[in-house]
C-alpha cells in the first residue's frame, strides 16, 4: 500500500505535466496548429477567474486575514506592545494588498476581454477578432506596431495594444485565450514595451476597421486602486497614532508606577532583534506576563530568577523598565505616518483627476447635445 501511495505521490503529478507538455506541443507547432487547422479560441468568465494563479491569490487572502487577526486580538506584553502589532498589520496588508491588486487587474481588463473570440484561417493566413464591441478581419500588413504594458514580475499581468494602419487600436488582456496566435500569424511587427507596476486600463481607445468604427468603453475600475492605496494610507496614520499613544503611557506610567518583581518561569531565546526578540515568561499573583527583548538584555537576566518591571494595576500591564519612547521612537513616527499621508494625498489627487476627467466628459455630452 506504501509503494501504491508513493507511486500516486510521484509519478502521478509527473505524468500530468508530461501530458500537459505534449499537448502544448500538440497545439502550438504539431498536428492542432492555428497555422495548420482552423481553432476558435474562447475567453470566458472561467478562463479568466479560475486559473491557477488564483492559487497565489487565495493564499495571501488567507495569510493576510490570519495576521490581521492575530494582531488585533493576541496579546502582547513588553516594552513596545503596539510595534509589534504595527509589524503585524503592515505584514497582512501587504498580504491583503498583494491579493486586492491581482483581482483588481483582472476586474479592470474583465471588460476588454469578456467574450473575444478568436478564429484562425490557415488557408487565408487571416484571424476573426470578436471584441465586446466589434468584429475586426486582421490580414497581413494590417497591424502596424504592437505595444505591451506589463508588471515585469514572475506573476505576469498586462495587456497589448495592437495599433492598425488605418489609425485605429485594439486592446486585449493577457488572460485573452488565443492571445499569442496574433502575434504567431503576423511575425516581425514592431513591438515596444512598456514597464507598469499596475498594468491598469486608464484610456478610451478606438477600433477602427473598415466595415466597423466602435468606441471601446472607459475603464469603470480605475477608482477603487485608488481607494486600496487611500485606505492603506489611512491605516499608517492610524497605526503611527497607536504608537504614539502606547509610547506616551509607557512614558507616563514609568515616572508613578511601582516596580515590582516577578518570578521568571522560562525563558525562549530567539534571534534578539525587534521581529524575533528573546522572551521572557514571569509569574506575579498566580498570571503570567511575557516580555519581548534584546539579546543584551536577555544575556542580563540569565544569572537570576526575578526580573524587575513595572506594574499598572488598573489596566493589568507590565512592561520593562523604558525611558523616553516617544522621543526615541520620533523618526520611526514620522516614517511610518509620512508614508501615509504620500499615499492619502497620492490617492486623493487621482480622485480629483477622476473626477474632473468624467465632469469634462459630461459637460462635452451635453454641449453637444445642445
Known amino acids: 500500500m506504501g509503494t501504491f501511495l508513493v507511486?500516486?505521490?510521484?509519478?502521478?503529478?509527473?505524468?500530468?505535466?508530461?501530458?500537459?507538455?505534449?499537448?502544448?506541443?500538440?497545439?502550438?507547432?504539431?498536428?492542432?496548429?492555428?497555422?495548420?487547422?482552423?481553432?476558435?479560441?474562447?475567453t470566458t468568465f472561467q478562463s479568466v477567474f479560475v486559473r491557477i494563479e488564483y492559487l497565489f491569490v487565495l493564499i495571501c487572502a488567507f495569510m493576510g486575514?490570519?495576521?490581521?487577526?492575530?494582531?488585533?486580538?493576541?496579546?502582547?506584553?513588553?516594552?513596545?506592545?503596539?510595534?509589534?502589532?504595527?509589524?503585524?498589520?503592515?505584514?497582512?496588508?501587504?498580504f491583503l494588498c498583494?491579493?486586492?491588486?491581482?483581482?483588481?487587474?483582472?476586474?479592470?481588463?474583465?471588460p476588454y476581454a469578456r467574450g473575444v473570440v478568436i478564429t484562425t484561417f490557415p488557408d487565408e493566413h487571416e484571424l476573426d477578432i470578436k471584441l465586446p464591441d466589434a468584429t475586426l478581419r486582421i490580414?497581413?500588413?494590417?497591424?502596424r506596431k504592437v505595444s505591451i504594458y506589463h508588471n515585469n514580475a514572475k506573476l505576469q499581468q498586462g495587456f497589448v495594444q495592437f495599433h492598425l494602419n488605418?489609425?485605429?487600436?485594439f486592446l486585449l488582456s493577457f488572460r485573452t485565450e488565443g492571445l499569442e496566435v496574433i502575434q504567431e500569424y503576423f511575425k516581425g511587427i514592431p513591438v515596444e514595451d512598456f514597464v507598469r507596476h499596475v498594468p491598469l486600463i486608464r484610456r478610451t481607445s478606438q477600433v477602427r476597421n473598415p466595415e466597423h468604427e466602435v468606441p471601446v468603453n472607459e475603464n469603470r475600475y480605475d477608482w477603487l486602486a485608488n481607494f486600496i492605496v487611500f485606505l492603506l494610507g489611512v491605516c499608517f496614520v492610524v497605526m503611527t497614532y497607536m504608537m504614539y499613544i502606547d509610547a506616551k503611557w509607557q512614558d507616563d506610567m514609568s515616572t508613578h508606577s511601582p516596580v515590582v518583581c516577578m518570578k521568571i518561569k522560562y525563558r525562549t531565546r530567539g534571534a534578539g532583534t525587534v521581529k524575533?526578540?528573546?522572551?521572557?515568561?514571569?509569574?506575579?499573583?498566580?498570571?503570567?506576563y511575557h516580555f519581548d527583548m534584546g539579546r543584551k538584555y536577555y544575556r542580563s537576566l540569565l544569572g537570576v530568577d526575578t526580573i524587575a518591571v513595572y506594574y499598572d494595576q488598573?489596566?493589568?500591564?507590565?512592561?520593562?523598565?523604558?525611558?523616553g519612547q516617544v522621543k526615541h521612537y520620533t523618526g520611526l513616527y514620522l516614517l511610518i505616518g509620512g508614508v501615509g499621508l504620500l499615499l492619502i494625498g497620492k490617492s486623493t489627487w487621482e480622485f480629483i483627476k477622476i473626477v474632473r476627467k468624467r465632469n469634462t466628459k459630461t459637460s462635452n455630452h451635453l454641449s453637444q447635445i445642445v
Open 98 to 110: 498583494l491579493a486586492a491588486v491581482i483581482l483588481v487587474i483582472d476586474l479592470n481588463h474583465w
Open 166 to 169: 488605418n489609425g485605429g487600436s
Open 276 to 288: 524575533y526578540p528573546d522572551q521572557v515568561y514571569a509569574e506575579y499573583l498566580s498570571k503570567t
Open 139 to 143: 490580414r497581413e500588413g494590417d497591424i
Open 65 to 94: 486575514v490570519v495576521v490581521i487577526k492575530a494582531a488585533l486580538f493576541s496579546t502582547f506584553s513588553g516594552p513596545d506592545p503596539v510595534i509589534a502589532r504595527t509589524i503585524l498589520l503592515v505584514m497582512s496588508f501587504v
Open 7 to 42: 507511486f500516486l505521490v510521484v509519478f502521478l503529478p509527473m505524468g500530468w505535466i508530461l501530458w500537459r507538455m505534449l499537448r502544448f506541443t500538440r497545439d502550438t507547432i504539431g498536428t492542432n496548429s492555428p497555422l495548420k487547422v482552423q481553432r476558435i479560441y474562447y
Open 314 to 323: 488598573a489596566s493589568d500591564r507590565a512592561f520593562l523598565p523604558t525611558s
